[in-house]
């Protein structure tokens, strides 16, 4: 299968009720051929009426923080665990999470990535180990699957606290020390 043809297998999905109250399904976004995997929780309400992740006030942040250890949506991927909207931006229940793992594990077979981040505390339960705590355990690495993965705070989280943006930066520079260990020429050969 194809990401094309996994997307659109993704767009047609009735698995949960989510399916009922979106607007569109948010697949994800960036370069197939890129090492580097984020994964959040679910789409909130800019990025269900744009059907593109990260496009609100927290994908602005975002993209801010990629800034920083120059990354950008056009050389890392970013995706979530379920790709429809929650009403009213609440967590993802488990069975809308089972219902969306397999796009996200076939998405990650596909890019083939070496380091994937969790954005918040959702995907990296979901991802990283169920007992992972966020405040404790943000900017640790754990490899799976031949995957270096980490967590680091939600963006939103980081909107409403800003008192965990200088932990936020310490992560961001421990990621792009790992970029430069395990993909020892991404930076030299990104394109603008």
């Given at each position: 299968?194809?990401?094309?043809?996994?997307?659109?297998?993704?767009?047609?999905?009735?698995?949960?009720?989510?399916?009922?109250?979106?607007?569109?399904?948010?697949?994800?976004?960036?370069?197939?051929?890129?090492?580097?995997?984020?994964?959040?929780?679910?789409?909130?309400?800019?990025?269900?009426?744009?059907?593109?992740?990260?496009?609100?006030?927290?994908?602005?942040?975002?993209d801010d923080m990629l800034s920083i250890i120059d990354l950008s949506r056009h050389n890392c991927y970013i995706t979530?665990?379920?790709?429809?909207?929650?009403?009213?931006?609440?967590?993802?229940?488990?069975?809308?999470?089972?219902?969306?793992?397999?796009?996200?594990?076939?998405?990650?077979?596909?890019?083939?990535?070496?380091?994937?981040?969790?954005?918040?505390?959702?995907?990296?339960?979901?991802?990283?180990?169920?007992?992972?705590?966020?405040?404790?355990?943000?900017?640790?690495?754990?490899?799976?699957?031949?995957?270096?993965?980490?967590?680091?705070?939600?963006?939103?989280?980081?909107?409403?606290?800003?008192?965990?943006?200088?932990?936020?930066?310490?992560?961001?520079?421990?990621?792009?020390?790992?970029?430069?260990?395990?993909?020892?020429?991404?930076?030299?050969?990104?394109?603008?």
């Open positions: 299968m194809t990401m094309d043809q996994l997307r659109q297998t993704c767009l047609d999905c009735r698995q949960c009720n989510l399916s009922e109250t979106r607007n569109h399904v948010v697949f994800g976004v960036g370069p197939e051929e890129t090492p580097i995997l984020f994964v959040g929780e679910g789409p909130g309400q800019q990025e269900d009426l744009q059907g593109e992740p990260f496009v609100g006030p927290a994908g602005k942040l975002l979530n665990i379920v790709k429809c909207r929650p009403p009213r931006n609440r967590d993802p229940l488990e069975t809308e999470q089972q219902a969306c793992i397999c796009y996200l594990r076939k998405q990650t077979l596909l890019l083939k990535p070496r380091i994937l981040v969790c954005l918040g505390r959702i995907a990296a339960t979901r991802l990283i180990d169920e007992q992972l705590r966020i405040t404790r355990d943000h900017g640790k690495w754990f490899q799976k699957g031949g995957i270096w993965m980490m967590a680091l705070y939600h963006p939103s989280a980081l909107l409403r606290d800003v008192t965990k943006r200088p932990d936020t930066f310490r992560d961001l520079k421990g990621l792009q020390a790992k970029i430069r260990e395990v993909c020892p020429d991404f930076y030299d050969t990104m394109t603008p």
